[in-house]
């Protein structure tokens, strides 16, 4: 073996009962063992983590891990808490249901990402190598989500999809709550929902009339002469904005989080300094 060479382990655990400084010597059994396994596997040796940097880099990963998820507990219930207000605060049955959809997709991705938070209390605490990775990969997942969630909201109100859903519940307010729809049409100055329903079917008077214009006891309230689908388009989207805003600022918190994470990751590999370690221990261990 050649005198320059510091990271024959092996060689020093022999020597370690030799004359000289006293050397804390399990570290070194440690690493015999560890230069002899990959020996027999055929793959390169690498000085173990010396147990104060390795403890030192564990404890940095929970504190981290503990704070990024009590963010991320906060951002949740602030997430739920908001759909939940969402849901309750509406005046309209028609506008309420589309806000009641929206709300309750964003309060069960309030309750997925406190389940994510949880679990990333659990992964400090244990500190597993795979739950960290699995942690890591729930991260990016959410992240995925929240875009997918954001851009879904912001272009909802330009989608045929919605358009024909709003018109299905419209059409279906005509039979079963036209005075509902009426009062509606009065507070939007519209009628009908794509074709206004100026022409006189009121009260009991419903020949020929569209199946999106309601039988209203006041003709005021359907003899407006444009169409109510732009101003529910507009009233909609108004009631929808805080879910924007939530997933935006949910959006925030999660990219953070995992720019932090792959930062952290990457900076606490085995450093230099710890090999300079190893053979500084190494040098005064010489005889």
Known sequence: MAENDLTDFSALAVRRESPGPKVHTRHFDRAAHYNTFHAQEGTPSRAPSHPFLRTYKAAMISTYLYCVNFMLVVVALAVIVLGIQLGQHH??????AVSDRFAMGIIVFGLATFGFALFGCLAARLAHRWLLAVHLLLLVVLVLAVTTVMITDALAMESDLVKGWVKRLWTTMVVQHPTELCDLQHDLHCSGFESNCTNPWTGANTTGRPEDCPACPDPLDAHHSQ?????????????????????????????????????????????????????????????
């Open 227 to 287: 169409a109510c689908w732009l101003q529910l388009q507009s009233e909609i989207a108004h009631n929808l904005r805080p879910l924007l805003y939530a997933a935006l600022g949910t959006w925030a918190a999660l990219a953070f989080a995992l720019a932090a994470t792959c930062v952290l990751f990457k900076r606490l590999r085995i450093p230099d300094s710890e090999q300079q370690l190893y053979q500084t221990v190494l040098g005064q261990a010489q005889p």
């Open 91 to 96: 005046t309209q049955r028609l506008v309420g």
